[in-house]
Structures are given as C-alpha cells and as structure tokens.
C-alpha cells in the first residue's frame, strides 16, 4: 500500500501559485519525500525530493513541515502544461528507484 | 536518442496471444526498470535490470511474464498468452544506477489492449 495519502483532484486557476498537499504520517526519519508528474499520455517526470529541509528548484518548491508528516509541492505560477497527475511518494534511503511505491497522486487541472 | 524509447506506442492483441514489448533506454543507463499502470492508478513496479546483475523479476504477476535486456541496453518484455487483464500501459525507465540520488527517466509507455 502506497504511503502517502493525497487528494484525488485539485483545480488551480492559470497564473496563480498550485499548492497540492500530501500527508505522510507514518514517514520514518530515513525516508525522502519524492514528487513525480505524469502528463496524459506520457511517462511520469520527476519534480523534487526532499528529506527534512525545504527544496527548490527550476520547476517547484518543496515545503516539508517540522514533523515531517506532511509536505506540499508548489508550482509557484501555474500554467495550463502544469495539468497533469502529480504523485507524492516516500522512499527509504536504501531503496532503489524501481522500489518506489506509487499511489493514485492528484489530478491538478489548471483553468485559464 | 535523448530520452527512453519504447515501442510499439499503441498494441492491440487477441487474447491468448503473445506480446513483445521493446524499450531503448537512455544511452549509458545501467538500470532499467519495467513498471505497468491501470487506467487512473499508480504505477506497478514489474521487473528491474542493474548492469550485468541478475534481474529483480519480483514484480511480475505470473509465469507468463518475462523480461531480457540485451547487450546491457535494449530490453523486451513478453507477455505470453494474454489475457483481458493484462490490458494497461506499459511504462519502461532507465537511470544512471539505481541509488537514491538518480532520477529515473520514463518513456512514453505502450498501451496494450488484449480483446
């Protein structure tokens, strides 16, 4: 069972800053915290990882909260490319790639 | 080419038949992994490659799975007598190794429909 618990869809109006939430309660403290994107028919891409600190890069920004039991991926000005699935997911840090276990993550939908 | 490649895109088969499904992974990958996804779900880790390593194959869901990478690039992925169930995309991705610290890269899928 997937670890991670997210909302099944979330729309976002184009230009503002998309907040999707994930609650991963259970999280250990060696675990990372993972997000994916997967546009309709395409594989999925990764965004961001993130172990305790908060992450930034190119496409998102990470916030990770103190507990660690919850975290949120912002795309910080949506555009209409930006609707796809994205999926939260945790990883041991001795796990591999192909060891990540994918829920069914959110359906963003950005509106123009 | 610059990112994993797979195909067929799309493959409609019979049931009862056999499938092959190719993937060319990004040049220099040693890891390759094999995964499959039913309509709205996750993905479903299905057999994994590791240079000349012996593959994981504990993700394959029966005995009429089964999976070869030639040369440490190019893998097939064999489906032998389909059934209705096996109906979903197939996703293939390859990295640099298989720790924590690489991405892995995903191609585009084949989309297989057992009628």
């Known amino acids: 069972d997937a670890k991670t618990t997210q909302p099944p869809s979330m729309d976002c109006a184009e230009g503002r800053a998309a907040n999707l939430p994930c609650n991963h309660s259970?999280?250990?403290?060696?675990?990372?915290v993972y997000w994916y994107r997967q546009i309709h028919s395409q594989g999925p891409q990764y965004i961001i990882h993130?172990?305790?600190?908060?992450e930034t890069n190119e496409m998102a920004s990470l916030i990770i909260t103190e507990d660690r039991k919850s975290s949120t991926l912002i795309l910080p000005h949506a555009t209409l490319r930006d609707t796809a699935v994205y999926y939260c997911?945790?990883?041991?840090?001795?796990?591999?790639?192909?060891?990540?276990?994918w829920g069914a993550g959110t359906k963003l939908i950005i509106k123009p | 080419g610059a990112g994993v490649s797979q195909s067929p895109s799309n493959k409609v088969t019979e049931k009862g038949k056999d499938v092959e499904l190719r993937c060319d992974p990004i040049?220099?990958?040693?890891?390759l992994y094999w995964y499959r996804q039913s309509l709205g779900q996750g993905l479903e880790f299905l057999i994994y490659?590791?240079?000349?390593?012996?593959?994981?194959k504990s993700g394959l869901p029966s005995d009429r799975f089964s999976a070869e990478r030639t040369g440490g690039s190019v893998s097939t992925l064999t489906i032998q007598r389909t059934q209705q169930e096996d109906s979903a995309v197939y996703l293939c991705?390859?990295?640099?190794?298989?720790?924590?610290?690489?991405?892995?890269?995903f191609g585009q899928g084949t989309r297989l429909t057992v009628v």
């Open positions: 259970t999280i250990s403290g060696n675990e990372y």
């Open positions: 993130g172990l305790k600190n908060n």
């Open positions: 991705a390859s990295s640099l190794g298989a720790g924590r610290s690489t991405e892995a890269f």
């Open positions: 997911i945790v990883r041991p840090l001795s796990y591999s790639n192909y060891q990540l276990i």
């Open positions: 490659f590791q240079g000349n390593s012996a593959p994981d």
């Open positions: 040049s220099g990958h040693t890891a």
